[in-house]
């Protein structure tokens, strides 16, 4: 999730569900697409009422919408991409892409690679400074476009991938 998709979801909270957020209720990121009102053992919290020293409705969605950026900045800084979030936002950028061009094999480099920047996962092109930082499938054999494909969305399904990225990730969120 973004600071806009952060905008473009509140306005699906009922009335109900602000006033529960007012009321001491937490507003909660569910699998990097969707917000909820929950309670505090919820360990995807992105804000609360009091954090945000909103003592209306109006107030509250006003701090919310103003400090989007912020928000999301910060949620993203202490949560990595759910294993839902990471892997719609993968296969969405494979079908963009292909899956050939991510994954490398015997005789060819990949030439994207998984980045997740803040609560997006990008597809960083060979060139760029993050590239190695990102995430592609390695094969270790020469192989068709069938294969590839075939070998990249197993990666994907198995969660192979999100394993991956939470490796290069884990001092980030661990440390």
Not at 87 to 96: P, S, T, Y
Not at 145 to 154: L, R, W
Request: net charge negative.
């Amino acid at each position: 999730m973004n600071a806009t998709h952060l905008r473009q979801q509140l306005d699906t909270l009922t009335e109900q569900q602000w006033q529960q957020l007012l009321a001491g209720g937490v507003l909660e990121i569910v699998d990097d697409a969707t917000l909820r009102v929950g309670d505090k053992t919820s360990p995807h919290i992105l804000t609360t009422a009091a954090d945000l020293n909103a003592d209306s409705v109006d107030a509250l969605r006003q701090a919310i919408i103003d400090n989007a950026e912020a928000l999301i900045q910060d949620y993203y800084h202490r949560h990595p991409l759910t294993r839902e979030g990471f892997n719609r936002q993968a296969r969405a950028l494979i079908e963009q892409y292909g899956a050939e061009a991510f994954a490398a094999t015997a005789d060819k480099p990949a030439t994207r690679s998984l980045f997740v920047d803040g609560g997006d996962v990008v597809a960083e092109p060979a060139d760029s400074p993050k590239y190695p930082y990102g995430v592609h499938l390695e094969l270790d054999h020469s192989a068709d476009q069938a294969s590839i494909s075939t070998a990249v969305k197993e990666w994907i399904d198995s969660c192979k991938a999100y394993e991956d990225y939470r490796g290069m990730n884990v001092c980030r969120y661990n440390c």
